[in-house]
Nanobody, 121 residues
């Protein structure tokens, strides 16, 4: 199995910063993508940022220029630096990884447990 453990999150005032991290562990052969999704109350889960094993990163439009995703392949860890936070960034943030567990197996998506980010004065 593959486990994703998230840390960070919490309560922050508008304009502030928070950093999330997510480490993948377990039986891992290759991590193809790692990234972050979020789900606000009453809304569908949406992509925030996703990194690939070759270093490309895609961002959701509303976070471009404010959030920065990065990845440490040696540690199977992905980070999300969130700056200039807005109330509309309030959501549960989920880590996602697309992982194959062996050379001969297909890759699957794995999810973290989620971490709450609340932006409020």
């Amino acid at each position: 199995q593959v486990q994703l453990v998230e840390s960070g999150g919490g309560l922050m005032q508008p304009g502030g910063s928070l950093t999330l991290s997510c480490a993948a562990s377990g039986r891992i052969y290759m991590v193809y993508t790692m990234g972050w999704y979020r789900q606000a109350p009453g809304k569908e889960r949406e992509l925030v940022a996703v990194t690939t094993s070759v270093g490309s990163i895609n961002y959701e439009e509303s976070v471009k220029g404010r959030f920065t995703a990065s990845r440490d392949n040696a540690k199977n860890t992905v980070y999300l630096q969130m700056n200039r936070l807005r109330p509309e960034d309030t959501a549960v943030y989920y880590c996602n990884a697309y992982v194959s567990q062996s050379r001969y197996s297909d890759a699957d998506h794995y999810w973290g447990q989620g971490t709450q980010v609340t932006v409020s004065s």
